[in-house]
């Protein structure tokens, strides 16, 4: 699948205004992603938390992959693709 964004489809997202799902945190959230086989199939799940929880619940605070899985991922937060993009040291 692949798919081209707006400029009004950028304006609606923003507007959208995702609100982390973490209990009591009001921050703007991102579009966290994992998947996981249960009984022979691949399902994915989406969540939102902000930054902030997003790399608590193990997922890369830049792009929202679950990176807990990964040895490399600590407390910088990013995932191993995003870390070699933005040399964060
Ligand atoms: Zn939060
Ligand atoms: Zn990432």
Do not use: R
């Not at 995702?18 to 989406?46: F, N, P, R, W």
């Amino acid at each position: 699948m692949s798919f081209q964004l707006t400029a009004s489809d950028l304006l609606w997202m923003e507007s959208m205004n995702m609100k982390c799902q973490e209990k009591g945190c009001e921050k703007e959230a991102i579009e966290c992603h994992y998947s996981k086989v249960e009984e022979d199939e691949l399902h994915e799940y989406t969540e939102y938390y902000c930054e902030e929880h997003a790399v608590i619940h193990g997922y890369c605070k830049n792009c929202g992959t679950f990176a807990a899985i990964y040895t490399c991922f600590d407390k910088s937060g990013f995932c191993a693709f995003c870390k070699s993009d933005t040399q964060i040291d």
